[in-house]
């Protein structure tokens, strides 16, 4: 049977159950479907040491301060994890887990979202399902060539698991930095971190509460017309967590420049050295996960959707959420989302007012 309501959010992560509460507050009928057996979301997923960037009280969505984790100034992915549960359990948000939709379809004056245990017609959507699930490997010369473990920042955990091995971490980002020095700092691992550009640090003392702010100016200045002046964000692109902190200090994380194809053994470079290893870390990002809006046709240049906002412009009855600075300043952090899930709830209500 078809079920009805109002609303549809596809995803129960930070985005999702941020779309639920400023939906409650609208006063709106809405459904949220996950395709998690859990609260929590890619969070669930994160490797063993992975720390926030800002203070719990930097990082919380609406409505609900995350408490402070005892010990840690930076809480980690498992306290993140509590913090969701208890937030998806503190409004009541109707959230159905395990509940994976397959396709979303434009029928007359409504949208049908089909899902793996039904389907629901909704006057609005809202997409939230983030990237975790799209793991971007580049296009390396003999990628297949190599003999060893080829893994994506998806499938880190510790660095238990490469004890005694040799391991290139490609990627000049957050995550590659910050593997980097996890395995560096352990000292059972040999590591060659490898960036296509010589890696950006931002100074010690700046982090995410810092990164929110410079975002949400740059956005307000391209809103009204003017060119983007940079900021801080245009100092590096890493932030100096403690661990990284320490391994940068101490001399342990020092980039080479990325190298020209992989061998049966390790990789090799333009000058013809060669570096032997176990496995390869792909630290190369994401892309969004959008596969179950290809029935609406609407994707535009580099795949993404065109918005206005968060509204997809092909579509009114449709948001997408948390998918990076285009769908909302922030959008893709906990504290960023909040504002650009209750412009989207707004926008629904407006909406289906007539």
């Not at 203070?55 to 969701?84: C, F, I, K, N, W």
């Not at 509460?209 to 949400?216: G, S």
């Not at 065109?306 to 948390?322: I, K, Q, S, V, Y």
């Amino acid at each position: 049977m078809t079920q009805h309501t109002d609303v549809v959010v596809v995803g129960g992560g930070q985005a999702g159950l941020a779309a639920g509460y400023h939906l409650r507050r609208q006063g709106l009928d809405f459904t949220v479907l996950d395709a998690g057996p859990a609260p929590g979301g890619s969070w669930q997923h994160m490797w063993d040491s992975l720390h926030l960037f800002s203070p719990a009280e930097h990082s919380s969505l609406p409505g609900r301060l995350m408490p402070a984790q005892a010990g840690e100034t930076y809480p980690d992915a498992g306290h993140v994890v509590d913090y969701l549960t208890d937030y998806e359990k503190r409004y009541d948000l109707p959230v159905q887990h395990g509940t994976r939709v397959n396709a979303v379809r434009r029928d007359a004056d409504r949208l049908l979202v089909e899902a793996e245990t039904g389907i629901w017609a909704a006057k609005a959507v809202i997409s939230a399902t983030g990237s975790w699930s799209r793991p971007f490997l580049p296009a390396v010369p003999s990628r297949s060539v190599f003999t060893g473990r080829q893994l994506h920042t998806v499938d880190y955990r510790c660095p238990a698991d490469f004890a005694g091995q040799r391991v290139i971490v490609v990627g000049g980002g957050n995550s590659g930095a910050q593997i980097a020095a996890d395995l560096a700092l352990d000292g059972r691992v040999e590591v060659t971190w490898v960036t296509q550009r010589p890696p950006r640090f931002l100074p010690d003392d700046i982090d995410g509460r810092a990164l929110f702010d410079v975002a949400t100016a740059r956005r307000r200045a391209l809103d009204a017309g003017r060119s983007d002046t940079g900021g801080v964000a245009s100092l590096g692109d890493i932030v100096a967590v403690p661990p990284v902190r320490a391994a940068r200090d101490a001399g342990l994380l020092v980039a080479k420049p990325m190298f020209s194809r992989l061998t049966a053994d390790g990789a090799r470079w333009t000058d013809g050295s060669h570096t032997g290893a176990d496995a390869v870390i792909w630290c190369t990002g994401f892309r969004p996960a959008l596969a179950h809006l290809a029935p609406l046709n609407l994707r535009g240049p580099r795949g993404r959707i065109p918005t206005d906002g968060t509204r997809a412009l092909g579509e009114p009855g449709l948001h997408l959420l948390g998918y990076g600075d285009w769908t909302g300043p922030a959008s893709a952090t906990l504290i960023g989302v909040g504002r650009p899930a209750r412009d989207a709830a707004r926008d629904i209500a407006q909406l289906l007012s007539g």
